[in-house]
Protein backbone atom coordinates (compact mmCIF):
# COMPACT_ATOMS: atom_id res chain seq x y z
CA UNK A 1 0.00 0.00 0.00
CA UNK A 2 1.41 3.15 -0.95
CA UNK A 3 0.92 6.42 1.17
CA UNK A 4 -1.77 8.80 1.21
CA UNK A 5 0.50 11.59 -0.40
CA UNK A 6 1.91 9.74 -3.09
CA UNK A 7 -1.76 10.10 -5.04
CA UNK A 8 -1.84 14.02 -4.11
CA UNK A 9 1.86 14.87 -4.83
CA UNK A 10 1.45 12.46 -8.54
CA UNK A 11 -1.12 14.49 -9.84
CA UNK A 12 0.39 18.19 -8.37
CA UNK A 13 3.79 16.47 -10.35
CA UNK A 14 1.46 15.95 -13.76
CA UNK A 15 -0.48 18.80 -14.09
CA UNK A 16 3.04 21.17 -13.63
CA UNK A 17 5.67 18.99 -15.74
CA UNK A 18 5.55 17.08 -18.89
CA UNK A 19 7.78 14.07 -18.59
CA UNK A 20 10.72 13.20 -19.01
CA UNK A 21 11.77 16.25 -17.28
CA UNK A 22 14.63 17.94 -14.93
CA UNK A 23 13.31 17.52 -11.59
CA UNK A 24 15.72 19.28 -8.62
CA UNK A 25 15.70 17.58 -5.34
CA UNK A 26 16.41 19.18 -2.45
CA UNK A 27 16.97 17.76 1.19
CA UNK A 28 17.90 19.18 4.39
CA UNK A 29 19.43 16.28 6.22
CA UNK A 30 21.34 16.69 10.31
CA UNK A 31 25.21 16.87 9.61
CA UNK A 32 26.77 13.47 9.07
CA UNK A 33 23.77 11.81 7.53
CA UNK A 34 25.18 13.61 3.91
CA UNK A 35 26.30 10.54 2.63
CA UNK A 36 23.63 8.42 2.98
CA UNK A 37 21.63 10.32 0.70
CA UNK A 38 24.26 10.84 -1.63
CA UNK A 39 25.16 6.80 -1.96
CA UNK A 40 21.64 6.96 -3.00
CA UNK A 41 22.51 8.69 -6.11
CA UNK A 42 25.84 7.60 -7.55
CA UNK A 43 25.47 8.39 -11.12
CA UNK A 44 24.52 11.98 -9.92
CA UNK A 45 26.16 15.39 -9.06
CA UNK A 46 24.98 16.55 -5.59
CA UNK A 47 25.83 20.10 -4.32
CA UNK A 48 25.77 20.80 -0.42
CA UNK A 49 25.47 23.49 1.68
CA UNK A 50 26.29 23.63 5.66
CA UNK A 51 23.62 25.41 7.63
CA UNK A 52 24.86 28.40 9.42
CA UNK A 53 25.22 26.90 12.32
CA UNK A 54 26.54 24.02 11.17
CA UNK A 55 23.87 20.98 12.45
CA UNK A 56 22.25 20.63 9.68
CA UNK A 57 23.29 20.57 5.07
CA UNK A 58 21.23 20.97 2.41
CA UNK A 59 21.73 18.86 -0.79
CA UNK A 60 20.10 19.69 -3.98
CA UNK A 61 20.21 17.13 -6.98
CA UNK A 62 19.28 17.82 -10.54
CA UNK A 63 18.05 14.64 -12.58
CA UNK A 64 16.46 13.66 -15.16
CA UNK A 65 12.97 12.05 -14.45
CA UNK A 66 11.14 10.26 -16.75
CA UNK A 67 7.07 10.33 -14.46
CA UNK A 68 5.97 11.53 -11.48
CA UNK A 69 6.37 7.77 -10.35
CA UNK A 70 9.89 7.99 -11.01
CA UNK A 71 10.08 11.15 -8.52
CA UNK A 72 7.95 9.74 -5.94
CA UNK A 73 10.35 6.35 -5.79
CA UNK A 74 13.01 8.86 -4.87
CA UNK A 75 11.17 10.29 -1.90
CA UNK A 76 10.09 6.99 -0.87
CA UNK A 77 13.64 5.88 -1.09
CA UNK A 78 15.30 8.96 1.49
CA UNK A 79 12.24 8.94 3.61
CA UNK A 80 14.21 6.07 5.58
CA UNK A 81 17.21 8.52 6.38
CA UNK A 82 16.51 9.21 9.80
CA UNK A 83 15.93 13.13 10.34
CA UNK A 84 15.45 13.98 6.73
CA UNK A 85 12.96 16.71 5.61
CA UNK A 86 12.51 17.20 1.55
CA UNK A 87 12.02 20.67 0.17
Known sequence: MKPAW???LREKLDQHYAWPA???FKFIVPQGKEQ???E???QHTASQRASKNGKYSSITLQMMMPSSEA???VYVATSSIEGIIAL
Do not use: A, C, D, G
Open 71 to 73: VIS
Open 40 to 42: LFP
Open 36 to 38: EVI
Open 6 to 8: TES
Open 22 to 24: LYT
